[in-house]
């Protein structure tokens, strides 16, 4: 756990967030105990921008990755209080690919690491299942 939260607070130090600021890392880990790294990418037209779970995801996934145990995210604005537990649309990307009772999902605010599984922060989610 601790190697995979390091590996998102260094992807951190990667984020292109020249117009919200608030920098993003994030680490996900495959079943094999491959971990992708990912950073938020934003954008001057604001809605082509990326969250760092999502970018994390999407390189795993294109290159073939398909089977994921845990993600830690490290964002934090500088000097203010709290987690940032991954968005809405992060959630919904996660569910395709993991299981919600399983799949883990830490987050750092630099120092303190706080765990919830999927189902927890995307209850009754949405999924392969249903088109089944
Ligand atoms: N962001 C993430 O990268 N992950 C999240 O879970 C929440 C938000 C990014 C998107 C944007 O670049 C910046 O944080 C401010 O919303």
Redesign the pocket.
């Known amino acids: 756990m601790q190697a995979l939260v390091d590996a998102a607070i260094l992807a951190r130090e990667s984020a292109y967030?020249p117009y919200?600021g608030?920098k993003?890392g994030a680490a996900l880990l495959t079943s094999e105990g491959k971990i992708y790294t990912g950073c938020?990418i934003?954008n001057a037209a604001y809605s082509p921008?990326n969250?760092?779970?999502r970018t994390a995801f999407f390189k795993a996934v294109s290159e073939g990755e398909r089977d994921f145990a845990a993600v830690a995210?490290a964002?934090w604005a500088e000097g203010k209080e709290g987690f940032?537990w991954?968005?809405g649309v992060?959630r919904q990307v996660m569910m395709e690919f993991c299981r919600p009772e399983t799949f883990l999902i830490y987050v750092t605010d630099g120092s303190r690491v706080c765990e919830k599984p999927l189902a927890e922060l995307l209850p009754e989610g949405f999924g392969r299942g249903n088109l089944q």
């Open positions: 967030a919200s608030f993003v938020n934003e921008s969250c760092a779970e995210v964002g940032a991954p968005c992060c």
